[in-house]
């Protein structure tokens, strides 16, 4: 199951996933992508099932989660990054997307599908965080607020959910070129576009990938926390640009 599924680094990973034989479980807000996805998924002969729902909404969450049987692997991948100021100049608006989705919406999800990998006897949850999770920046209080709440959850996950064969991940990237910095710009694609000038941002699919990796190591490993960067990029105030 792949929450935020309709875009960037969920739809590249629904994607992957069904290409290795995974059916597929995608959710996210938007019917027309999901639709689509699901189209592309099943041409290709793979399966998907898809869920419309807000999962900053916790009805919507678990009237749409609970009659699942079973999800072996659950993808915390719904987020986003809204607004880019100091924190005196910062719309309260934008922070409680940012905190209702990437903090409280993953918490809604897991709590919903950890019971059912329980009973299940094992399963993995791979949460999507990023640098910004370790490595404050200027202008990004509350984004890296909500993504520093997501690298201490996913620890804490790991210890709570040991004893059950739950393996827990944390997938952090750097710089990745989806919708992101459009819906932090709030649909200002020039600015968007500035973000990654004179760099190769990794893609969505890069991010697939590394899910898809540690997803299939053997039951016995688990990859605790994963950081990925462009080349061109060594941190959060580190990056070579080629102009």
Known sequence: MITG???GIGRATALRLAAAGYEIVAAGRREERLAQLRHEIEQAGGRCTTL??????EEEVRRCLEPLDRVDLLVNNAGLAAGLEH???GDTRDWDAMIDTNVKGLLYVTRVVAPKMAAAGGGHIVNIGSIAGTEPYENGAVYCASKHAVHGLTQA???DL???????TEIRPGMVDTEFSTVRFH????RADRVYEGIEPLS???IAEAIAWVAQLPARMNVNDLVLMPA???GSYYTHRKL
């Open 187 to 190: 649909g200002d694609r020039d």
């Open 87 to 89: 924190i005196d100049r």
């Open 162 to 168: 040991l004893a059950d064969g739950i393996r827990v």
């Open 204 to 206: 969505g699919a890069d």
């Open 157 to 159: 996950m790991r210890a």
């Open 52 to 57: 419309r729902f807000d999962v900053r909404r």
């Open 5 to 7: 599924a309709t875009s």
């Open 232 to 234: 061109q990029q060594a």
